[in-house]
Nanobody, 114 residues
Framework: VQLVESGGGLVQPGGSLRLSCAAS????????MSWHRQAPGKERELVAS???????RNYADSVKGRFTISRDNANTVYLQMNRLKPEDTAVYYC?????????WGQGTQVTVSS
């Protein structure tokens, strides 16, 4: 399994970014996918998840109404982030749990600062 994130960067407060995660090595449509983040000095936390069929989505309270997770049929999962805040600054990771093991991408840095 390989997960490759992209789309991070530096953005001003109130701005938007769209993260992408390209998955390979698995039957993508069979697995729930998720985005997590880890800020300096903090534990990694779940940001959003989406069911294998794409219907059920869950969000951390801190991002509800601002972030949207989605997926397509081309083995990619997205995280649209709007109205970004400085506290959203973190490394964002794509993840999948498969056959008793959690897989992670390499992460993409998101920095929200003026």
């Amino acid at each position: 399994v390989q997960l490759v994130e992209s789309g991070g960067g530096l953005v001003q407060p109130g701005g938007s970014l769209r993260l992408s995660c390209a998955a390979s090595g698995l039957t993508f449509t069979s697995y729930d996918m998720s985005w997590h983040r880890q800020a300096p000095g903090k534990e990694r936390e779940l940001v959003a998840s989406i069911a294998s069929a794409g219907g059920s989505r869950n969000y951390a309270d801190s991002v509800k109404g601002r972030f949207t997770i989605s997926r397509d049929n081309a083995n990619t999962v997205y995280l649209q982030m709007n109205r970004l805040k400085p506290e959203d600054t973190a490394v964002y990771y794509c993840s999948v749990y498969r056959w008793g093991r959690r897989y992670w991408g390499q992460g993409t840095q998101v920095t929200v600062s003026s």
